[in-house]
């Protein structure tokens, strides 16, 4: 299992640092594919016996709202809009669903938490020094994350969230966090952003919170659904959605503290 982590990781790894090379555009188009089937995947959770043709319409809402940022966000508006509105018309056309009000919070759920979300690493990318602010956080979560594991598989002894996830530990926890500081301080100074050491600190604190919860927000989704994985494409992994799970709270976060501090 764990030679499988780290060989799907290491591809993942490969794949992100060649899209990042191409810049803005081809980052946001690599970020709507793994949004449109990251979303399938949340979907799949609530009905997996039964997928909804509906879920087609939230697939394509989900990587707009991914790659509306390069449109200067000028079609959010317009998105916002016929994401309520355009949803609740076509519940009726037919009658889709026995309870069409979980089928609407749902969709609108998975656009929300996949496609909003994520769209702030396309927001990331387009401020000063974007790629070094992504390279940042994204390898800050994925420090946090294996720091995480480790510490956890070899120290760890109280639980953190049994309920939710029982195999989290507190030590785990306070692994994965010092692993996010300790990341976001030594990839601060290699890449040279001419970031404070104060910020550095505070993203790597923030990137160690949010992407611990972001990791068991997930586990809850899967746990009320009552499945280990939400999929089977990265091995070792699970699904793509086990694997951006800590991502997705990390970007919007990171991205909001950038701009009220006036980093960029």
């Not at 490969?14 to 810049?23: D, E, G, N, P, Q």
């Not at 449109?71 to 056309?93: C, M």
Request: hydrophobic residues 55%; positive net charge; contains cysteine.
């Amino acid at each position: 299992m764990l030679s499988q982590r780290i060989l799907s990781g290491a591809v993942g790894l490969a794949i992100l640092a060649l899209f990042l090379r191409w810049w803005q555009p081809w980052f946001a188009f690599l970020l709507a594919l793994v949004a449109f089937l990251a979303v399938r995947e949340f979907y799949q959770l609530a009905l997996p016996e039964k997928p909804q043709p509906l879920y087609l319409f939230g697939q394509a809402w989900t990587v707009l709202f991914v790659l509306s940022p390069l449109s200067g966000h000028t079609f959010v508006l317009p998105l916002l809009i016929t994401t309520a509105v355009v949803f609740s018309l076509l519940l009726d056309f037919p009658r889709a669903h026995q309870k069409p009000l979980h089928l609407w919070v749902w969709n609108l759920s998975g656009i929300f938490y996949v496609g909003w979300l994520l769209s702030h690493y396309v927001m990331l990318m387009g401020l000063e020094g974007g790629k070094g602010l992504i390279v940042l956080i994204l390898f800050s979560t994925f420090a946090c994350d294996t720091a995480s594991y480790f510490v956890g598989s070899a120290w760890g002894r109280r639980k953190l969230a049994p309920t939710i996830s029982p195999k989290k530990t507190w030590e785990g926890a306070a692994g994965g966090f010092a692993g996010a500081i300790a990341a976001s301080l030594l990839l601060g100074m290699v890449l040279n952003l001419h970031i404070a050491y104060i910020h550095l600190l505070a993203l790597g604190m923030l990137v160690g919170i949010l992407g611990q919860l972001g990791d068991l927000a997930e586990s809850m989704l899967k746990r009320d659904a009552g499945v280990k994985d939400t999929g089977s494409i990265m091995p070792g992994h699970g699904g793509l959605l086990d694997r951006i799970d800590s991502v997705l709270f990390v970007g919007a976060g990171a991205y909001y503290y950038i701009i009220l501090t006036g980093l960029r």
